[in-house]
């Protein structure tokens, strides 16, 4: 594997993440303004959104990470963050609002509001591209790289939705998943619920396998009732979970199945404390 490019830094990283995310953002507007009427109000995998959906899910993210920096910029406040269990049903409201719109208004809404907030992406040069902390409404201040990595994975994912919903290729590029690897392992976070785990004590790894073959392990366990997700293998795994970067992307986003070796039934526990985005 090639040495994984770090996006907190300011230049190089920077222009890598921002390079991916506006192919990923370009190939599924590309795809959405390309389908036929018919497939706009198609099921997607991603539970009870259809294709519009989906859209107008990515109108509601860019609306608010340009109000983000704009609460920034002017020294307002953003009060309490709402936290991370409220995320999905509101997220789920917002983008269901948007079926007043047609599938034109929309894309065209989308493009108007994503080329404004790149050029904020693009304006944080060196050190404030990983100390400029925005106000998420959900998760509280988070480095403007962060919300840059959640618009990559958004797009990346969404995209295969669309893809999906559409009858077309199910693929995600390479350099996509391995450079959201370590982050989308940290989604499990936002997904994992320590009120269900109560003692629960798992232990996985995760084996991630890379294009040219070589694997990177990683630790996913409950211990104690608290979520570890950390670089390197555990000492006794109780199962193995082997995955392609971009197996890996679906696996925590779509709860998509793996080869797994080992206690299945601990994997099984695992999923069972978390919840879907």
Known sequence: MAARVDVTNGFEGKAQLLGLLRREYARLTDLAAGLDDKYWNAQTPCEAWEVRDVIGHMVDVAES??????????????GEPLGWAAYPHDLDACARD????????????????????????DALEGEPWATTMLPHRYGGPLPAFVLAVFQLIDYAVHSWDIRIAAGDS??????????LVPFTLTVYNFLFDPSAAGSTDVTLQY???????????????????QLVIAPGAPERPEATLRLTPAEL?????????????????????????????
């Open 170 to 179: 199910d693929d995600l590029a390479d350099d996509t998943t391995q450079t």
């Open 65 to 78: 990470y340009l109000g983000y920096f704009t609460l920034v910029e002017k020294g307002w406040s953003a």
């Open 249 to 277: 992307l679906l696996r925590v986003f779509r709860q998509r199945s793996c080869a797994v070796s080992g206690d299945e039934e601990a994997v099984a526990r695992f999923d069972k404390l978390l919840g879907t985005v």
């Open 207 to 225: 084996d991630i396998t890379h294009p040219d073959g070589e694997v990177e392990p990683w630790t996913v366990a409950v211990q104690g009732g």
């Open 98 to 121: 948007y079926r007043r719109l047609s599938r034109l208004e929309l894309l065209a809404r989308l493009e108007g509001l994503s080329e404004p907030l790149f050029a904020k992406f």
